[in-house]
């Protein structure tokens, strides 16, 4: 029987990890290697710790409302996109209300997280640890792994040719905190991701010269939407999600139209390559006023200057920055346990590694989505500890081992395409795991016994909270919390008294006054038999990517 688990990492979803096996009667033990819980978010002015912590500017991407413990809403005063400080202080707001910290031991490593001889009958686990110099050695019924995505940096130098002739100063992305060492420097930052988008645009303020070099491309979206509200809350609904999955793509080409938008900028995702999104207020102002450039993918390196793919040459480079990612790693691991978490497409849903006779393993956060990862470690931990106790069942390991491997096969020879490095469709993915706890918010019975909140849960947005409606887990407080969610969302706004101003009724009227039939009939095509589905999902030429429906999208709360 699983009592004692043992949680590496007290970051995000270490926090999350930390109060689902409280709420499930065990008893956790956090091992942290720092001095603070919050993991990335912790800020630290320098990088000598080696640990990847925020750069001193980031402000969360996804709004207040759907980044939250589905139990713990943000206070209503914190503004809807935070820097690190409020973001910590929520973590912090979080950690003691449920009385965390005191299962957290600090400055600890985790050297070996190995099977004991008796694995196959206890599922036990021996973790040997280091505080200050010293090792300890303990038996765990189970291990949660919270180290996240973020622990080794990917710097694939060998993929770039002439780069060890390069006398400027090069970098990955982890080591970087402010700007203040770039000033007046010409700069090249490599990749346009998240990460990349935000450093460009820091760099533009200070440096002498920005370059941002892509290969791809990538379509940027702003944190708000054409009404001024979270982007978030307006996209991210299960009407859209339902919409995106039986639509024909044809129908639904937004990407397209964004895309001629970003042509201009150099944005323009590139022939064949992956759709891809990135949050970025700044970057097109930026690239208008001159100081960020878009560049192609780089070919070659002198000993000062960059060939770029497309013949170009920029001279006098100073620095380069490589916002290339990150490597999944679990050095506390032996082989083959070691390479088999790290490839998360072997993973069961994401969290559990196949091929264990005994369930007692769970990688909490290794996920990548188009919504809140924070949402979605929490969910994943909710799983995770109720199938530590038995009261979730998953497949035999056998039959997830031999599944694993026909997967990595199928991929390996072409016949199926390795979706590793895709977002994982929020809605669908949140949806999936908590069917498998019991928690999926039954939109029929709320349609039958709560109506006003059935309306909100299926055309409002899937904020953490619908999780916590039903089943094991609920929350008192999730009905009001759905409910209230705007009111928190405009609070940290008003901040001047404006006088009203008459205007006509909005989609969003129209919608509320015809909503109940609307999502009757919504429910209906919806809970039809799934021989008719699949007929449709047979005649599609395609599946649609849910934020290609913005249009569809009333511009009001």
Known sequence: MVKKVAVIGAGVSGLSSLKCCLDEDLEPTCFERSNDFGGLWKFAETSKDGMTRVYRSLVTNVCKEMSCYSDFPYQEDYPNFMDHKKFWEYLREFAEHFDLLKYIRFKTTVCSVTKRPDFSETGQ????????????????????????????????????????????????????????????????????????????????????????????????????????????????????????????????????????????????????????????????????????????????????????????????????????????????????????????????????????????????????????????TELQARWATRVFKGLCNIPPPQKLMAEATKKEQLIKRGVIKDSSQDKLNFISYMDEIAQCIGSKPNIPLLLIKDPRLAWEVFFGPCSPYQYRLMGPGKWDGARNAILTQWDRTIKPMKTRIVPKSSEPASLSHYLKVWGIPLLFSSLILFYKSSLFLKLVQDKLQGRVFPNRILWFIPQNP
């Open 125 to 376: 686990w021996d973790v040997v640890t280091e505080t200050e110099g010293k090792q300890d050695r303990a038996v765990f019924d189970a291990v949660m792994v919270c180290t996240g995505k973020f622990l080794s940096p990917h710097l694939p130098l060998e993929s770039f040719p002439g780069i060890h002739k390069f006398k400027g100063q090069v970098l990955h992305s982890q080591e970087y905190r402010i700007p203040d060492a770039f000033q007046g420097k010409r700069t090249v930052v490599v990749g346009l991701g998240n990460t990349g988008g935000d450093i460009a645009v820091e760099l533009s303020r200070t440096a002498a010269q920005v370059f941002l070099s892509t290969r791809t491309g990538a379509l940027v979206l702003s944190r708000s939407s054409g009404g001024g509200y979270p982007l978030n809350m307006m996209t991210t609904r299960r009407w859209c999600n339902f919409i995106a999955q039986v639509l024909p793509s044809y129908f639904v080409n937004w990407d397209k139209k964004l895309q001629l938008n970003h042509e201009n900028y150099g944005l323009k995702i590139a022939k064949g390559q992956k759709l891809k999104f990135i949050v970025n207020d700044e970057l097109p102002t930026c690239i208008l006023c001159g100081k960020v450039t878009v560049k192609a993918g780089i070919k070659d390196f002198t000993e000062s200057s960059i060939i770029f793919e497309d013949g170009t040459i920029e001279a006098n480079i100073d620095v380069v920055i490589f916002a290339t990612g990150y490597e999944f790693s679990f050095p506390f691991f032996e082989e083959p346990l070691k390479s088999l978490c790290a490839k998360n497409i072997m993973l069961y849903k994401q969290v559990f590694p196949p091929g264990l006779e005994r369930t007692t393993l769970a990688i909490i956060g290794l996920i990548s989505f188009t919504g809140s990862i924070l949402a979605g």
